[in-house]
């Protein structure tokens, strides 16, 4: 190739990188109209809804006072939805070992747990812990009650996420741990659980999040908890909508929050296994 042959190619080159450069800066152009014209609508359905609620004489000076006491129950609500889900985790993990098992015993008992559990109210779970249980001598407080009832109930639905995890990963491995000499409790623990645990974690966090939102119903326990201060502050001065205003914003930013650090965890996560894949071609 001569040097006008060269020369004529890195032209080139430079061309098609500079397009793809225009191009590239074009797409952050229009990403940020997008964002920025989504902020505007967002700016203006709180403008209107300002409108709205002012319509209806809601007291905002007393939103501001009793908005610190309200805040308060913030830390009671991340407390429980935190130990709900570990607890959660741990019976989901037993019970998608109970539906892998080929033991009778074991699959029947997490067949039977998933099912009931499936299959009656959130609300009637946490009263038989928390009202029905001291009639058979076992009595439990509040919060502790509410958790336990919490995590039973998302341990039932989040077996089948950690059942996927576990059978997503490939025969080949399993194989290979098998014909190392492992143990099935050794294989688990080396092979197939670290793999399927992280696989298992973005929706964990989608579990949470909701669970964030469902922690509301152990107010019926009488738990000083973020659902149950505003109602009482509510009750007491007839001005149940501003309460529940505070409350319902409470509980968007907390979810916000969490939804925040959810994504940057699933696209770390995804860059690990982007990287372990690399590595095992």
């Given at each position: 190739?001569?040097?006008?042959?060269?020369?004529?190619?890195?032209?080139?080159?430079?061309?098609?990188?500079?397009?793809?450069?225009?191009?590239?800066?074009?797409?952050?152009?229009?990403?940020?109209?997008?964002?920025?014209?989504?902020?505007?609508?967002?700016?203006?359905?709180?403008?209107?809804?300002?409108?709205?609620?002012?319509?209806?004489?809601?007291?905002?000076?007393?939103?501001?006072?009793?908005?610190?006491f309200i805040m308060k129950g913030v830390g009671t609500?991340?407390?429980?939805?935190?130990?709900?889900?570990?607890?959660?985790?741990?019976?989901?993990?037993?019970?998608?070992?109970?539906?892998?098992?080929?033991?009778?015993?074991?699959?029947?008992?997490?067949?039977?747990y998933i099912s009931v559990i499936r299959g009656t109210?959130?609300?009637?779970?946490?009263?038989?812990?928390?009202?029905?249980?001291?009639?058979?001598?076992?009595?439990?407080?509040?919060?502790?009650?509410?958790?336990?009832?919490?995590?039973?109930?998302?341990?039932?639905?989040?077996?089948?996420?950690?059942?996927?995890?576990?059978?997503?990963?490939?025969?080949?491995?399993?194989?290979?741990?098998?014909?190392?000499?492992?143990?099935?409790?050794?294989?688990?623990?080396?092979?197939?659980?670290?793999?399927?645990?992280?696989?298992?974690?973005?929706?964990?966090?989608?579990?949470?999040?909701?669970?964030?939102?469902?922690?509301?119903?152990?107010?019926?326990?009488?738990?000083?908890?973020?659902?149950?201060r505003a109602i009482k502050v509510g009750r007491q001065?007839?001005?149940?909508?501003?309460?529940?205003?505070?409350?319902?914003?409470?509980?968007?930013?907390?979810?916000?929050?969490?939804?925040?650090?959810?994504?940057?965890?699933?696209?770390?996560?995804?860059?690990?296994?982007?990287?372990?894949?690399?590595?095992?071609?």
């Open positions: 190739m001569t040097t006008t042959d060269d020369a004529q190619a890195k032209a080139a080159d430079l061309g098609v990188t500079e397009t793809k450069l225009k191009h590239i800066e074009e797409a952050r152009k229009a990403k940020k109209r997008f964002v920025m014209w989504v902020a505007l609508v967002w700016v203006g359905i709180f403008a209107l809804l300002l409108l709205v609620f002012n319509q209806f004489n809601l007291d905002f000076k007393f939103m501001l006072k009793y908005l610190p609500t991340i407390y429980i939805s935190i130990f709900s889900i570990a607890f959660a985790c741990l019976l989901a993990l037993f019970g998608a070992l109970g539906r892998l098992s080929k033991n009778p015993i074991f699959y029947g008992a997490a067949t039977f109210p959130l609300i009637v779970q946490i009263f038989v812990i928390y009202l029905g249980l001291p009639q058979m001598g076992i009595v439990i407080s509040a919060v502790p009650a509410g958790i336990i009832a919490l995590g039973v109930n998302y341990g039932a639905y989040m077996t089948e996420i950690f059942r996927a995890g576990i059978q997503s990963i490939g025969r080949g491995q399993i194989e290979a741990a098998h014909s190392l000499g492992m143990t099935y409790a050794q294989m688990m623990k080396r092979v197939v659980l670290p793999q399927a645990l992280r696989l298992t974690i973005p929706p964990t966090g989608n579990e949470f999040i909701a669970m964030l939102k469902d922690s509301s119903l152990v107010n019926f326990l009488g738990v000083w908890e973020l659902f149950f001065n007839f001005r149940n909508m501003e309460t529940l205003i505070i409350a319902g914003l409470f509980y968007w930013l907390v979810t916000i929050i969490f939804q925040y650090f959810q994504s940057r965890l699933e696209k770390r996560m995804a860059k690990g296994t982007q990287k372990a894949s690399g590595m095992g071609h």
